[in-house]
């Protein structure tokens, strides 16, 4: 404890403890995905469930992500809360048809009548030499389907507040945890149970020549980055988006009003990630406000994250490269 009513965690220990507190909040809420029951999901995220919770609630499923969505509808329309873990995000599509088809449009093909209060936690980014099948960033497709919530803290305070509003959301939200933040990442959270409001981008970092807005990982490489410029006398502004859909361009479009001056960093494919949809509404939002092009940092286009590590590290934005991009645009 390093605070009265605050506690030191990381993002995994986070999740593990807010999955638990509301396991025992609402015993309406069941856990269900690959090996989430005995073995404590593979990075520990369900550890000890099984043995306090029982099978009726805590089910390890066949290695199926059809069969996770399709039962975690069924279970959310039978007024149970079901949070659903997809083992990796890289292994969600034979889910895809379940996911978007049925859940994300059951409360507008009701006319209403039915809501579907459905989480979906994956782990999801690169940066671990995870190659193909272990590293893929999925936000964009499921960010562009209509009736699907998309959420992605980087912080532990922002991974308990947001993991209990995607449990109280009566719609289904797709919840991304940085597989490298888990451990890596670490901060104060406080004790008691809060909710933090998707759609809600948070300034981090405020300055006054550049707004960088990221998410995920690519935010504290943008934070590290943003540090180093202010020995130069360049001060950035660093936005965490956390909420990809909904989408908060109100803060973003009253920084560049401030700046002038805009970036957006994703490990995604550059070509149609999220970076492009924020940077088409600020060049129509606020094209005369700009004093330089809106940069946007990606990912190369191709077919996925190698598994060497140069290559890897060729692949995936990293904290110098972030910088001397900043450093480009603050001289315009």
Not at 30 to 44: K, Q, T
Not at 295 to 305: F, K, N, Q, S, T
Request: with cysteine; hydrophobic share 40%.
């Amino acid at each position: 404890m390093t605070a009265t009513g605050v506690t030191e965690k990381n993002i995994i220990q986070t999740i593990h403890d807010t999955l638990h507190d509301e396991m025992k909040r609402d015993d309406r809420m069941v856990i269900l995905g690959e090996d989430v029951g005995a073995r404590g999901g593979v990075f520990r995220a369900t550890m000890g469930f099984l043995e306090e919770f029982g099978d009726e609630r805590v089910i390890d499923t066949p290695l199926d992500e059809c069969l996770i969505a399709g039962v975690s509808i069924g279970l959310a329309l039978d007024d149970m809360r079901p949070v659903a873990e997809f083992q990796f995000a890289d292994f969600i599509f034979p889910g895809f048809n379940q996911i978007v088809q049925e859940a994300a449009r059951i409360r507008y093909r009701s006319n209403g009548d039915f809501g579907l209060p459905m989480v979906m936690r994956t782990p999801w980014g690169g940066g671990v030499h995870g190659a193909l099948y272990h590293s893929q960033s999925i936000e964009a497709f499921f960010a562009h389907v209509p009736g699907l919530k998309v959420v992605a803290p980087s912080t532990p305070e922002d991974a308990k507040g947001m993991l209990i509003q995607a449990i109280e959301d009566p719609d289904p939200v797709l919840y991304l945890e940085h597989k490298k933040t888990y451990r890596l990442v670490k901060g104060d959270v406080p004790d008691e149970r809060y909710t933090i409001p998707f759609g809600k981008a948070k300034v981090v970092r405020e300055g006054a020549d550049v707004t960088c807005v990221s998410y995920g990982l690519m935010h504290h490489f943008c934070l590290e980055a943003a540090n180093r410029l202010a020995s130069d006398g360049i001060e950035v502004e660093v936005i965490d988006l956390r909420s990809i859909y909904p989408l908060d361009m109100d803060t973003v479009l009253e920084s560049v009003g401030k700046t002038n001056k805009a970036m957006i960093v994703y490990e995604d494919n550059r070509f149609l990630g999220v970076g492009a949809e924020v940077s088409a509404q600020i060049a129509e939002r606020a094209l005369f406000e700009l004093d330089g092009p809106v940069v946007r940092i990606g990912a190369p286009h191709v077919p996925a994250m190698p598994y060497a590590p140069t290559l890897e590290h060729w692949f995936l934005p990293d904290p110098d490269r972030i910088e001397q991009e900043m450093r480009k645009l603050a001289e315009y």
